[in-house]
């Protein structure tokens, strides 16, 4: 099969995790399936609605140089009017379509208005539609009167070859390698610094926690909040127990997620956040907010613990609990790997590939 993959985002040396779940999944369809695939794609991050514009610009003048190239089925991932405009070359086409939504670009919709109708026409054109999570094909019903039927559930997997337990020793070498202090305990936080990944709810569920008691925060990502939430840190007392370790690449990751003894996403809005998937296959026993797709796959004290965004003092007193019940966290841990099965990349590339079958019958 011949695929054309449009995406407004895709990883770059400045911002490797920018989309770089749509990286995985191209990179498993090429592996594990006959996919040849052509991309039209954006790696920039602009900050300004100017930025933007050039971004979408730069973005539809791919999608002309590609427009005539030769393919079976287009795949739309990420569904905002810009970028559905930008890919318009390749979308008159009129070949088989399948879209992805991943999160705000169905929850960022109005009530109303031409954006709304222009992604409710685009998603019903469509052969098939993936929705990141159950409640996000449930948006898609509810307000924009897709057929059930037509949207799949499929997140976007973890690759559980690079994610995996290791052993004690293994943990020992890589804390000595990172200069991580032996026997401490340590809380992993990966994402952006926005507002939206609620990381000033871990720093004030930290800050009730006693000095002595207080773990260490590993802080992996940047953003446009991180001078605030360092003020945050700072009037809370708490800028000793956080070690900021900026944007990472993909590849270091699985070390961070195996040294940590917890794993925090106190976020106020996802789809199926794939840093929560990877923390799970590593061994990780993970908090995370009970939005998006997160209860598609934690069920709360048997793979991971859930709790409501911005509770604080929840999230505090889960965390002392599980600094002082060693094997409660090693039980739930070891559940959330075995769960993470279901969750593959190479199953969710099989049924993505599935789905670009039926599209062309």
């Not at 090693?330 to 993470?340: F, H, I, P």
Request: charged share 25%; aromatic share 6%; with cysteine.
């Amino acid at each position: 099969m011949k695929i054309m993959i449009l995406s407004n985002m895709y990883p770059s040396g400045p911002h490797p995790g920018y989309g770089i779940f749509v990286f995985h999944q191209v990179e498993a369809l090429k592996a594990h399936h006959d996919c040849r695939v052509t991309l039209v794609v954006s790696r920039a991050t602009p900050g300004s609605l100017l930025g933007r514009f050039r971004k979408y610009l730069a973005l539809q003048g791919r999608a002309w140089s590609r427009c005539l190239a030769s393919f079976d089925v287009v795949h739309l991932h990420y569904v905002s009017s810009a970028h559905i405009l930008a890919a318009a070359p390749i979308l008159l086409r009129r070949k088989p379509l399948v879209v992805t939504a991943h999160r705000g670009d169905i929850y960022g919709l109005p009530r109303s208005g031409p954006r709304k109708i222009l992604v409710s026409r685009l998603l019903r054109r469509a052969r098939a539609v993936i929705a990141v999570s159950r409640d996000l094909k449930d948006r898609m019903v509810e307000d924009l009167g897709i057929q059930e039927e037509r949207v799949s559930v499929i997140n976007v997997g973890c690759d559980l070859t690079l994610f995996k337990p290791r052993s004690d020793a293994e943990i020992a070498s890589l804390k000595q390698e990172l200069g991580l202090t032996p026997g401490a305990f340590h809380i992993l936080f990966v994402g952006a610094l926005i507002r939206r990944k609620g990381l000033d709810t871990l720093f004030k569920a930290l800050a009730g926690i006693n000095t002595a008691d207080r773990p260490t925060v590993v802080i992996v990502g940047a953003g446009p909040d991180q001078k605030a939430l360092g003020s945050l840190a700072s009037t809370l007392d708490i800028e000793e127990s956080i070690r900021w370790l900026g944007e990472r690449s993909h590849g270091e990751l699985p070390d961070l997620y195996a040294v940590s003894d917890l794993f925090v996403l106190p976020s106020r809005s996802e789809g199926t956040p794939t840093v929560m998937l990877e923390a799970m296959a590593s061994g990780t026993c993970a908090i995370v907010s009970r939005v998006g797709g997160v209860a598609d796959v934690i069920s709360h004290g048997r793979n991971g613990f859930l709790i409501d965004p911005e509770e604080s003092d929840a999230l505090r007193e889960l965390i002392v609990q599980l600094m002082r019940d060693p094997q409660l966290r090693t039980r739930v841990a070891r559940n959330g790997r075995a769960d993470m099965e279901e969750h593959s990349l190479a199953r969710q590339a099989d049924r993505i590939a599935a789905i670009y079958r039926n599209a062309l019958r």
